[in-house]
């Protein structure tokens, strides 16, 4: 397995290659372990020149985190959270 640096390393380079937001999973990670690698996520794509737009959480996993729906992160190149009915512990990254 994967340890987080590596987890975000692997994030970032697929939100690079891809035109539209594909599903991370972290079903395996609490939601302490879940913010750590969303937060790390949207930090590296900012040292990487990645721009995100919008972040897509579930809402039951967004109000775990603390995240309200239309948040604008004050890290990285200031993503939105954007609640997504359905996607459950999937977090979606749409660059900009």
Request: charged letters at 20%; proline letters at 4%; hydrophobic letters at 50%.
């Amino acid at each position: 397995m994967a340890n987080a640096a590596e987890l975000v390393e692997a994030i970032c380079s697929v939100i690079r290659v891809s035109v539209a937001p594909i599903p991370i999973s972290l079903m395996i990670h609490g939601v302490e372990d879940a913010a750590s690698i969303i937060g790390a996520t949207v930090e590296r794509c900012y040292k990487l020149d990645i721009a995100l737009a919008t972040i897509f959480i579930d809402p039951e996993l967004g109000t775990e985190l603390g995240l309200a729906n239309g948040k604008i992160l004050d890290h990285g190149h200031s993503p939105i959270i954007r609640w997504k009915d359905g996607l459950g512990r999937q977090v979606l990254f749409q660059r900009g």
